[in-house]
């Protein structure tokens, strides 16, 4: 009997991890499977030190199509009285996949190949950067199936494009060229399709030469600043200092200065 492919492929080239959603026949849309490969192949990501970024793309033709349509046969046929516990259950992994990835405390750049639809566009939200090829697309599609968008877009859409351009994708679902996202601030890039995957991974390394403790720290208390007051964010900084004053990258970085300094001797005097 053969074993079904892995959904989720994780290719770690020097310090960049590269992760690829597989299902490229329904362009990548997301089942419990694929879903529950994702959080452990992300974690893994997480664990690695020698990964210092993460770049999430899809094969084939698709980024992302969203969640599988089998699924959702399946959650219209279960007895009424089992629908709403279960789509619980269901959106909590649905949550937890995209938190892990949100959360972990790398930079993420989404790769996105193809069309982004739903859940896909949530998934390269959720990410720090987007960077997208030019044939890519992004649409906000819930509405058009009767639901709303639940992978995290009610949260991220808003702080990339303004409250009042989310609630004109959301409500139309309609779908925008990478050029348009690009304008309107929705993505960070867009590049040729040949160069898509060179261009992030290229960007993570750059994004990822600081301290991993401190950029760690940092991106945990920026991934906040819009929920807290300037006070709440002055004192987790305070936090997050007193712990990079300890790293031994902080250590390193001040003996090196020092040394240059000494090296290069007293300043000679300026004559009066």
């Known amino acids: ?42 974690d893994q990501v997480g664990r690695d030190a020698g990964a210092r970024a993460l770049v999430l793309t899809g094969a084939g ?78 649409a906000m599609s819930y509405l058009q199936r009767g639901l709303i968008p639940d992978g995290g877009g009610l949260y991220f859409l808003p702080r990339r494009v303004g409250m009042t351009r989310a609630k004109e994708l959301i409500f139309t679902g309609r779908t925008l060229s990478a050029d348009e996202a690009l304008e309107i601030g929705m993505i960070d890039r867009v590049v040729s399709p040949d160069a898509l995957l060179h261009e992030a991974r290229s960007w993570a390394t750059e994004l990822s030469q600081g301290s991993p403790t401190a950029l760690g720290l940092a991106k945990s208390i920026i991934n906040q600043t819009f929920e807290l ?14 712990i990079c004053y300890t790293s031994a990258e902080h250590r390193a970085s001040v003996e090196a200065f020092l040394n240059r300094t000494a090296d290069r001797g007293p300043r000679p005097e300026k004559p009066a």
């Open 1 to 42: 009997m053969t074993a079904p492919a892995q959904r989720v492929l994780l290719e770690v080239e020097q310090t960049i991890a590269t992760i690829t959603l597989n299902r490229p026949e329904v362009r990548n849309a997301i089942d419990d499977g694929m879903r529950a490969e994702l959080i452990e192949t992300v």
């Open 229 to 242: 007051s300037a006070e709440e964010v002055f004192a987790l900084g305070a936090q997050a200092q007193a």
């Open 61 to 138: 033709r698709g980024f992302c199509a969203g969640g599988d349509i089998s699924a959702m046969r399946e959650r219209l046929q279960s007895p009424s009285g089992e629908v709403a516990g279960n789509g619980w259950r269901r959106q909590r992994r649905t949550h937890h996949a995209l938190t892990v990835l949100h959360e972990i405390e790398k930079p993420t750049i989404a790769a996105v190949n193809g069309a982004a639809v739903g859940l896909g566009c949530d998934l390269a939200l959720c990410c720090d950067f987007i960077v997208a090829a030019e044939t890519a697309t992004f």
